[in-house]
């Protein structure tokens, strides 16, 4: 991990969805942050989906120095895919989605106030890892938490936008409550680039840069890290006994030993039947997927190293 401070004042350039899941005020907390630190900024917002990467290109061209994403993590995504491998552009980050995962993950304030706070007082640059998706059909995707298959994309793709605007993270653990009756049971297997191979029956199968689940406490084991250069395949397990296990293991960010867990810098994953593939939230394909990880390749504006929450 390696961290640096930028000084201010310098230009934002703020790229935004406003069909995220947040429903709340963002002009004000953003200007009274920023005017008050006398920090010159402006804002694109996107018309269709697909447009943050595009944007944040274009603003990277025009000489913006630190390019923000005001979204959900797929927001956050795009933008960070658009700066990546650049020693002298950062990402920021305003929480504008259901669960906001990866800012949760790096220890970035929740509320817009307190993110736009970030921006403009103390912070430092964090260089974290962007995972590469190239799914069934060819097309490539750029993630920074992970890409899953099976229950964990079906949640997503039966959580309803209106629900997670309401209840936010919690449309998830409802999700989860009226899918896990009746959820399939697939037969996973994980390739890693060291050589080594995890095969099980499960629910869900993962191929994750980040710790955070994004629902409360809930998180992957703690060396599980965004910054560590590799990337970890995890098979959920189908008996309830041992899922329960792997929940509360889960909840108190303890080892478990029902999870089929393998690293490497590029995994592929196999499912039988197939099962549906979502990337940083989004579902998009089917398996099989492959996955490959750029350390370091982003920069991030992260809170202090002694004043952070992250999941270190």
Known sequence: ???????????????????????????????AALGDADIRWNIDVTNAPGEEAALAQRAVDEGARIVVAFGGDGTVSAVAQAIADRDDVALGILPGGTANVFARELGIPLDLEGAAKLLAGPHEIRAVDLGEATLDNGEERAFLLRVA??????LVEESPREEKERLGEL???LSTLRQ????????????????QVIEADGLF???TNARALGMGDAAYPDDVRPDDGVLDGIIAPSAMTQLAGAAAAAVTGSDNPGLERTTGQALELFADPPQRV????????????RVRVRPGAVRVIVPPADKSHAQD
């Open 278 to 289: 979502s990337v940083d939230g989004e579902v998009l394909g089917d398996t099989p997927v």
């Open 171 to 173: 449309a998830y653990v």
């Open 1 to 31: 991990m390696k961290r640096s401070s930028t000084p201010a004042p310098y230009t934002v350039r703020i790229i935004a969805n406003p069909m995220a899941g947040r429903d709340e005020p963002f002009f004000g907390p953003l200007a």
């Open 205 to 207: 199968a993962t191929l």
């Open 180 to 195: 896990l009756p009746g959820a399939e049971v697939a037969r996973y297997r994980i390739t890693s680039d060291t050589g």
């Open 149 to 154: 298959a099976g229950l964990e994309a079906k």
